[in-house]
């Protein structure tokens, strides 16, 4: 089974960065795109980036364009999520996800099948 562990989430002020990362292990082979959502505070979980594992192509919610950017490792098996200009809205337990089927958009939550265990990025002032 796939296997993900992100990590870099934290405590930053507002209008900072962070970049989270997202190490994939097992049958990356099948893995055909990797997805980031995040779960506000008394919110349902929503999508944020994704991009596809071979060919490095990105779709992204229409809240977090200009200000954050999915990247990924082919080499390393990682996947990043680079977090600008951070806002109190900002807030959330940030999961990364992969998808093995082609059925649907990226930017679905329910066509990933494999998540990680999510980290916490808390944004103050």
């Known amino acids: 089974q796939v296997q993900l562990a992100e990590s870099g989430g934290g405590l930053v002020q507002a209008g900072g960065s962070l970049r989270l990362s997202c190490a994939v292990s097992?049958?990356?082979?099948?893995?055909?795109?990797m997805g980031w959502f995040r779960q506000r505070p008394g919110k349902e979980r929503e999508f944020v980036a994704a991009?596809?594992?071979?060919?490095?192509?990105?779709y992204y919610a229409d809240s977090v364009k200009g200000q954050f950017a999915i990247s990924r490792d082919y080499g390393q098996n990682t996947v990043f999520l680079q977090m600008n200009s951070l806002k109190p809205e900002d807030t959330a337990l940030y999961y990364c996800?992969?998808?093995?089927?082609?059925?649907?958009?990226?930017?679905?939550?329910?066509?990933?099948?494999?998540w990680g265990q999510g980290t916490q990025v808390t944004v103050s002032s």
């Open positions: 097992g049958p990356i082979f099948n893995i055909l795109s």
């Open positions: 996800a992969a998808k093995s089927n082609g059925r649907g958009m990226p930017s679905l939550r329910e066509e990933y099948d494999y």
């Open positions: 991009i596809t594992w071979s060919d490095g192509n990105t």
